[in-house]
């Protein structure tokens, strides 16, 4: 576990429950104050990334309620900008704009990049920033993929701490391509 994420996510309350449960010995030498040095991303998180095709972004409401919103598109289209910074491009989907509201009271986000084949999860917290598509044309053209959808506009996350989580109870799930490379290319369902 990385230390910054422990001790965002570790408040007095949690610690408290933690003690009743019995695992704040375990968790305490991660909460010791002094992880103001955010973690930098290493090869590991940035390939883990670049490999996902969706990811789960929670934001908060100017009401204090938690809104939690699927992003999808090809495989890296979350980009890793720098060792404290992710991105993506923010495709035109059913114009609720929950995610986006809450960004402009509240700019904290916390992700749950998940590998279901694999079992492994990276949860990430962060403040983001929109970035206006004719502003900053630039920085849209590195967030940009080979997707046929509109971008609205780009979001930039700066990583505030993460956390690689255990695989208990992570259940194995599939995508079409994933199963058409385990079986060949004959129609899944043929194997199913």
Not at 126 to 148: C, M, Q
Request: glycine share 8%; hydrophobic share 35%; proline share 5%.
């Amino acid at each position: 576990m990385a230390y910054r994420f422990a001790d965002l996510m570790f408040t007095p309350k949690v610690q408290q429950i933690q003690s009743d449960h019995g695992s704040r010995k375990a968790y305490a030498r991660m909460t010791d104050g002094s992880a103001s040095t955010i973690d930098p991303l290493t090869m590991r998180e940035a390939e883990f990334i670049a490999a996902r095709d969706s990811f789960y972004m929670a934001t908060v409401s100017e009401t204090g309620w938690p809104y939690i919103q699927h992003r999808g598109g090809p495989p890296g289209f979350l980009k890793v900008i720098d060792s404290h910074t992710i991105g993506f491009a923010d495709y035109r989907g059913n114009r609720q704009y929950v995610s986006i509201g809450n960004l402009s009271g509240d700019d904290r986000v916390s992700l749950f990049l998940m590998d279901y084949p694999n079992r492994q999860r990276l949860k990430m917290l962060g403040h983001a920033r929109t970035i206006d598509v004719t502003s900053e044309p630039d920085l849209i053209a590195k967030l940009k993929d080979n997707y046929e959808a509109k971008i609205e506009r780009g979001i930039l996350i700066r990583i505030e701490g993460y956390d690689w989580n255990c695989p208990q109870h992570i259940t194995p799930r599939f995508t079409t391509a994933e199963l058409k490379e385990m079986f060949g290319s004959g129609e899944v369902g043929d194997h199913l």
